[in-house]
């Protein structure tokens, strides 16, 4: 019974988790930065103030909630005797104290961005599910790649302009395709209705990228963590992957990777706030779990996965600040 009760609570947790990361997506990152741009706008700032203390109190929401499930996690990958899970926990122990250290100044800002990108690969690693984790592989590859263009110019290893510039467009790129093959993630093939749904969602962000490509470009780079210099067409493909992927899951029941698919998506690739790692982190884990085509509950699918945990610190130090401050 009590075994029970802590897994209705878990799955709770992880539904708020994701109900918050999905309202501050779309109320603090999006709609704010997006009606701005609308003239005549001011004259509804009541309005507009409103969705914007709405989208901070989600972002706070979020925040607790992908610390403690993090946490909770991360202690139960402790717990297994399997090594790779083993490994996963005592890299959560290990990312919980850095970060916490790194809020009070203890740990130098590149020292706690090489730290967070060797969990990511770690975390990865310690999930791989063949073909179905090639979307994940190429995410983490990305952010890899986007921390490592902006650590660069900031731990003393020289990076030229070009060659952050090659980092930067190689992230994106990576960014792209792990969208585009998110459908991947599911283990078998999605629905004639997911399908549409992903066509009708590229569609859509083909048109709104014709009709304001630097609007397009602002909200890609605080959402994502990437500049945008891919044609529009790039992005529209990689968000019909997503919803694809992200419809057929829901539609199937496997919450797991459903979850999994809007914490990686607010989390963005990079190292752009320690909360959006988080969520990245916690994507891992959820997506490193859930079996193929199985209709797993989240608080199952936690019991040995793992990852790193991080508190709302942003990694200002290393040239990329939270939009959120």
């Known amino acids: 019974m009590r075994t029970s009760n802590r897994r209705h609570q878990l799955d709770w947790l992880l539904v708020v988790l994701a109900s918050s990361v999905l309202a501050e997506l779309l109320l603090l990152r999006t709609a704010t930065r ?3 741009h609308i003239p005549g706008i001011g004259e509804f700032e009541t309005p507009i103030r409103t969705v914007a203390e709405a989208g901070r109190f989600a972002y706070y929401l979020a925040v607790v909630s992908v610390t403690a499930t993090l946490a909770i996690l991360g202690f139960r990958r402790m717990r297994t005797r399997i090594p790779r899970h083993l490994i996963g926990g005592l890299a959560t122990a290990a ?3 850095v970060a916490a250290v790194g809020r009070l100044d203890g740990v130098s800002t590149p020292a706690a961005g ?3 990108l060797a969990v990511l690969v770690v975390v990865t690693s310690t999930g791989w599910r063949g073909l179905s984790s090639t979307p994940v592989g190429f995410f983490v590859l990305g952010s ?4 490592w263009s902006a650590l660069g110019q900031t731990s003393g290893s020289g990076l030229t302009g070009g060659q952050v510039d090659v980092l930067v467009l190689t992230a994106e790129s990576l960014l792209v395709l792990a ?3 998110a459908p991947l993630l599911l283990g078998r093939p999605p629905s004639k209705m997911a399908l549409a749904a992903g066509v009708g969602a590229a569609v859509l962000v083909a048109a709104a990228f014709a009709g304001g490509a630097s609007t397009f470009s602002i909200l890609v780079l605080w959402n994502l963590g990437v ?3 891919l044609p529009g067409i790039a992005f ?3 968000l019909g992957g997503v919803v694809t992927a992200l419809w057929s899951a829901m539609a199937d029941g496997d919450r797991v990777t459903a979850i999994g698919i809007v914490l990686m998506l607010g989390g963005g690739v990079g190292l752009i706030s320690t909360y959006q790692t988080g969520l990245v982190l916690a994507a891992l884990l959820l997506l490193g779990r859930s079996g193929v085509g199985a209709r797993e509950r989240p608080e199952t699918a936690g019991v040995t996965e793992t990852s790193g945990v991080v508190g709302p610190v942003e990694y200002a ?3 990329v600040t939270s939009p959120l401050t």
């Open 34 to 36: 997006t009606l701005i």
């Open 95 to 97: 990312f919980l104290i």
């Open 114 to 116: 090489w730290f967070t």
């Open 144 to 147: 890899v790649a986007a921390g």
């Open 179 to 181: 969208g585009a093959t």
């Open 227 to 229: 500049p945008g210099w």
């Open 236 to 238: 529209s493909i990689a």
């Open 317 to 319: 130090g290393a040239g």
